[in-house]
């Protein structure tokens, strides 16, 4: 699973576009989902805080590099409940 998102540098305001591949979980048909890199996005650094839904870990704060002043800034990602 792939979740994507954008976020505003707190020490140069620029503002960038950031991912993060959640690890799958082993299924008993041993297939996995593919998914690729996205180009010109930041990957999540380090993840702070978690949450466990549905079997999977899902960020709920993370640090992250900016690409322009490479900095470590913290965001925090939220999720809509649908």
């Not at 591949?21 to 690729?36: A, C, G, H, I, W």
């Amino acid at each position: 699973m792939l979740i994507e998102g954008k976020h505003i540098c707190r020490y140069c305001n620029e503002a960038f576009e950031w991912f993060y591949l959640v690890p799958q979980k082993y299924n008993s048909s041993r297939l996995m989902d593919v998914e690729t890199i996205p180009n010109n996005k930041v990957g999540i650094y380090y993840v702070i805080k978690s949450v466990e839904k549905d079997g999977y870990i899902l960020p709920l704060k993370a640090t992250i590099y900016c690409p322009k002043c490479g900095k470590l800034d913290e965001l925090e990602i939220k999720y809509d409940d649908k």
